[in-house]
């Protein structure tokens, strides 16, 4: 019988071994993962340090699930060698040959190389197990290190536990990545409304203590602390592969084809392990979303098992929630742009503000505060590469829709931005 | 054959009289905040445009929402939040191309137009028809499924 073999058990693993039996009826299906539960949902971590929601909630499948289409789901089962010629797995206990493969293996969170980070009491928020510990921790005073979306879900949560927590951050505003300086301050500012300290442009040095965490020494201060949570960042899990069985990226993940199929035969990857093209950019990289997750997982089983499916590409449109205040945002950021070719519309309404990004006459990027749903609105547009000053001749037709009416919408403000370039 | 709820937004006068039935129907309360149905405006004096779950082929809404809670029902096809399940993390309203994703800001819960059980009360009481719930022929569903996979899908 053939064995299509998935490692990894995140949203990317789960998926694939569902579209596998969902193309294949009778071949083996095996899922093997090193976490002990059948599947979660990381993105729901931060409600569930809160205690906003309940514990199954955050557990998105039973082993019964599993069972009832037929995949061995093997828990608790660390992958610890691949023999990629042999086409074979190897686990503490046994191991399984296969005829196909999926590496779904995730991403794992950066621990930088300073002083005191392997203390306990040092937290990173990834996994089911650390959301575990923050919840029994004790103590009153926590420091967390990183204000990407997960640093700032994991000060949010720690701050509703009761915790004093402090945000520390090496760039000059919170959710760089995400957001500009005008949308970053409101963010910040809400924040410290709810009493969080902020500190931006400072370096985290080290973490002082004995075993235990007791303080974080910054360049400008020393913080005193008994949890430390660290999220900097996440790079592909991917110690169990190695360059010369499937070709890397530059990004650091796993190269694949639109088919999500690896340089090796008979290997598919995806998931947070794997690098893929941003469809509103156009850049190649690492696009560590719940919904990429799924869909590129979708795609490499259905294909591990035989079918000819094709992944678009990555759609990266990121949403964070500060003490439920609602922001998004979608593809480059003014400040990731130079030159005299980019301009900016930022607009403020009773609904809340948008922020577009213009390059060369193209919307490429959107940030937005408030109801975000005029972003979504505006996505497709930016996929198609269209150029604002053609459409802007003629008005937008109402055949358009949604995205039509805001180009309408927005058509003075635009035409009086593109006059002054 | 399925009904569609369809709009001729050239005849809406934004109105928000389907705001306000919508909000007394499904939450029995006037408040046109929790409609499922929304008409917005870019800026004062411009012209409304109602928007409404599309039930999509594809949802992008289902594969972003990060515990499950959108699916397709098997037996009304429509794709619908479990507000039980729903954590309110606004991410399918961001995504939605036809900014057809609601939120409810009182409770935080996603909300989707279920077309009233195939009785939808916007197109009852919308006075211009601008609003209207029609047979969709195999063409219009067709051409939807091709603008969806144009979209993003294929
Ligand atoms: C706290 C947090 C909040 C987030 N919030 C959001 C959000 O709101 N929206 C969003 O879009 N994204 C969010 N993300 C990102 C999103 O969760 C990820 O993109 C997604 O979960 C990736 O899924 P994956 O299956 O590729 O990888 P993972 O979830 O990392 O799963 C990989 C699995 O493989 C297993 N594994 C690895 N190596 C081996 C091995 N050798 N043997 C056996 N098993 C192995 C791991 O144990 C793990 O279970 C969040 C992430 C975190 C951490």
Known sequence: MKVIAVVGNGI??????????????????????????????????????????????????????????????????????????????????????????????????????????????????????????????????????????????????????????TLVELLDRVLPRLFDEPLALILKKRLEDHGIDVFLGERVLEVQGDARVEAVRTDRRILTAETVVLVIGMRPELSLVDRKQVAFGDSGGVRVDRHMQTSREGVWACGDCTESEDLVTGRIGLHMLWHNARLQGR??????????????????VTTVNIFDETAASVGFLASELTGNEMTVLHKKAPWGELRLILKDQCLVGVQALGSTDRLGGLVTMMMQGRNLRKVLLKKPAVSEGPAGWILRGLQRDLRRLMDAD | MAKVLVLDSERCLGCKLCE?????????????????????????????????????????????????????????????????????????????????????????????????????????????????????????????????RKLYLR
């Open chain 1, 12 to 165: 990317a693993g789960s998926e694939a071994a569902e579209a596998a039996r969902r193309v294949d009826r009778d071949a083996r299906i095996v899922l093997l993962t090193k976490e002990p539960y059948p599947l979660y949902s990381a993105c729901v971590l931060a409600d569930y340090v809160a205690d906003r929601i309940p514990l199954e909630r955050v557990v998105l499948k039973r082993a019964a699930d599993f069972g009832r289409d037929r995949i061995d789901l093997l828990l608790s089962k660390q992958v610890v060698e691949w023999s990629a010629d042999a086409r074979m797995l190897r686990f503490e206990d046994g191991e399984l040959p296969y005829d196909r493969l999926v590496i779904a293996t995730g991403s794992r969170p950066v621990v930088p190389n300073l002083p005191g980070f392997n203390k306990e009491g040092v937290v990173a928020l990834k996994t089911l197990a650390d959301a575990e510990q923050l919840r029994a921790a004790r103590g009153g005073a926590a420091v967390v290190v990183g204000t990407g979306p997960v640093g700032i879900e994991a000060a949010i949560a720690l701050s509703r536990r009761g915790w004093k927590v």
């Open chain 1, 299 to 316: 795609i490499a089983g259905a294909n591990a098992a035989g079918a000819h499916r094709q992944y678009p590409g990555s759609l990266n």
């Open chain 2, 20 to 148: 306000i039935v919508c909000s007394v129907k499904k939450e029995r309360v006037s408040d046109p905040s929790r409609s499922r149905i929304r008409v917005l405006r870019w800026e004062r004096g411009q012209e409304a445009l109602p928007v409404f779950c599309q039930h999509c082929e594809e949802p992008l809404c289902a594969l972003v929402c990060p515990v499950d809670a959108i699916k397709r029902e098997e037996s009304t096809g429509l794709v619908v939040p479990d507000r039980e399940i729903c954590v309110g993390c606004g991410g399918c309203v961001s995504i939605c191309p036809m900014l057809g994703a609601g939120f409810d800001n009182r409770e935080h819960k996603a909300l989707r137009c279920d077309l009233c059980q195939g009785d939808p009360a916007c197109v009852k009481c919308c006075p211009t028809g601008a609003l209207r719930y029609v047979d969709s022929d195999q063409s219009q569903i067709d051409r939807k499924r091709a603008a969806a």
